[in-house]
């Protein structure tokens, strides 16, 4: 069993912080678990982006809404989503 | 009881939104966290919350029969678990939903004397039930797996609501690349379900996001019409209920119930 400290988390969070290609990933995060932040970002979506830290590129990758090109943008591998086994027998 | 254990958790559909208290406490007090996730935010945040995270994303490739691969996802947990350390897998959507690999690696766990568990988390039809605003209460609702359904000439009520799953792989046991595996497939099915819908029933295919940013995929379309739809391994089909079931006056009388 791993016990946490605070100072985990904040190294934790300071890894992730740095090892991330993109401010992007960050703020999909924060809006994923708190939607009171989604309000903000559709009033006024380009300058929430552009004060969360998001490039150029990134504002108009999130202002186009394609989920596929999201995807691609921030990288790695993603399985598709097939993960029952069909009993044949 | 042996050292070693395993949980089975899952992370919903939006990024670490959906991920309940117990799972992420689960994930983060493992000696180690391996994943299974459908798109890179996720991978990210599980990153940073373990710093032994390990995708499980290597044991899919182009042509790879998916037995194999579940297989593998099974053998790497169970390694872990008979090293001795505390072990947590995390998955997307509902751990116990549609993933052959973790029932497997529990049950394998218990046969061989390891504590193992599994806690709940959102699955697509959950997230499907929010995003279509329907009730599986109010009519029922009947949930196969596609090619289950058609291969077992599954008998369901047409009165109830039909939510089928992974209609974008049917017939299909490998893995591939491509968003849709099986073109053909979806033709076979709108020509079982015409034999119980007219062709102008309506019906749905349902994508959950993944992103907080962006809408459900949710096309409206007509039995005849999904063919035509944009279809892909994520996609669920909800059909609604053709009518009201009639009712068994005499049962709802043995009831007390005053109709």
């Known amino acids: 069993m791993r ?13 992730s912080a740095m090892s991330q290609p993109s401010a992007l990933a960050e703020l999909l995060v924060k809006l994923s678990v708190d939607p009171e932040l989604r309000r903000p970002f559709k009033e006024s979506p380009r300058e929430f982006m552009a004060e969360a830290g998001l490039s150029d590129e990134e504002i108009d990758l999130v202002s186009g809404g394609n989920p596929d090109e ?20 | 009881m042996n050292q070693g254990s395993l949980v089975v958790v899952g ?18 007090a493992a000696d180690r966290l391996f994943f299974l996730v459908a798109e890179p935010a996720t991978r990210i945040w599980l990153e940073s919350q373990h710093p032994l995270a390990e995708s499980l994303h290597d044991v899919f490739w182009e042509g790879r029969p998916r037995q194999a691969a579940y297989d593998e996802i099974v053998e790497r947990l169970l390694a872990a678990v008979r090293q001795g350390q505390e072990v947590c897998a995390a ?23 390891f504590t193992a568990c599994m806690f709940p988390g959102v699955s697509a039809e959950d997230c499907l039930f929010a995003d279509l605003e329907v009730d599986p209460a109010a009519d029922g609702c009947q949930s196969f797996e596609g090619t289950d359904f058609l291969i077992r000439a599954r008998i369901f009520d047409p009165h109830s609501a039909l939510v089928l799953w992974q209609i974008g792989a049917l017939g299909v046991n490998t893995y591939h690349l491509r968003d849709l595996w099986n073109a053909e497939g979806l033709a076979i099915l709108v020509e079982t379900l015409r ?13 959950a996001t993944h992103y907080p940013i962006c809408d459900p995929l949710i096309q409206r379309t007509t039995i005849a019409g999904i063919p ?9 089909l909800w059909v609604p209920p053709i009518a009201k079931a009639p009712l068994d006056i005499a049962m709802a009388r043995q009831l007390g119930l005053s109709l």
């Open chain 2, 11 to 28: 992370t919903g559909f939006l990024i670490a939104g959906q991920v309940t208290p117990e799972a992420l406490a689960s994930m983060r």
């Open chain 2, 91 to 113: 998955f997307y959507g509902h751990p116990g939903v549609f993933v052959y690999s973790s029932h497997e690696a529990i049950r394998r766990a218990r046969a061989e004397g």
């Open chain 2, 228 to 236: 035509g739809c944009r279809v892909t391994t994520h996609s669920t």
């Open chain 1, 3 to 15: 016990i946490f400290l605070d100072t985990d988390i904040i190294s934790l969070m300071e890894a």
């Open chain 2, 195 to 207: 034999r119980h819908y007219p062709a102008e029933h309506p019906a749905v295919i349902y994508e």
């Open chain 1, 70 to 89: 999201i995807r691609d943008y921030l990288g790695g591998d993603a399985p598709a989503g097939c993960f029952a086994l069909i009993d044949e027998n």
